[in-house]
């Protein structure tokens, strides 16, 4: 499996006790608009994959991740930081 892949695997696995409407999750699902979280799920959401992946996601990168695809990609950026 890929890098890509398991991060995908990872933050989808995060994703499902959120997702309260049991919709189909995939590249081009959006947080706010598919999944309609409000921004304390976002908070809690984004402290899950923060530890899951050791890493930190500034306010300014969260407000640029729309769908579940750029956080896929986000992170692995992160990672290879």
């Known amino acids: ?3 890509r892949a398991e991060t995908e ?3 989808k696995a995060l994703i499902e006790p959120f997702n309260k ?3 189909a999750v995939s590249d081009a699902t959006r947080f706010a608009q598919d999944l309609e979280w409000d921004s304390l799920t976002v908070l809690d ?3 899950n994959i923060e530890d899951e ?3 930190l996601i500034t ?3 969260q407000a640029e991740i729309e769908t579940v695809g750029q956080l896929v990609e986000a992170v ?3 990672k290879a930081a």
Do not use: E, H, S
């Open 1 to 3: 499996m890929t890098d």
């Open 9 to 11: 695997a990872k933050v």
């Open 21 to 23: 409407k049991g919709i």
């Open 45 to 47: 959401f984004v402290a």
């Open 53 to 55: 992946f050791d890493i």
């Open 59 to 61: 306010m300014n990168q």
């Open 76 to 78: 692995g950026k992160l």
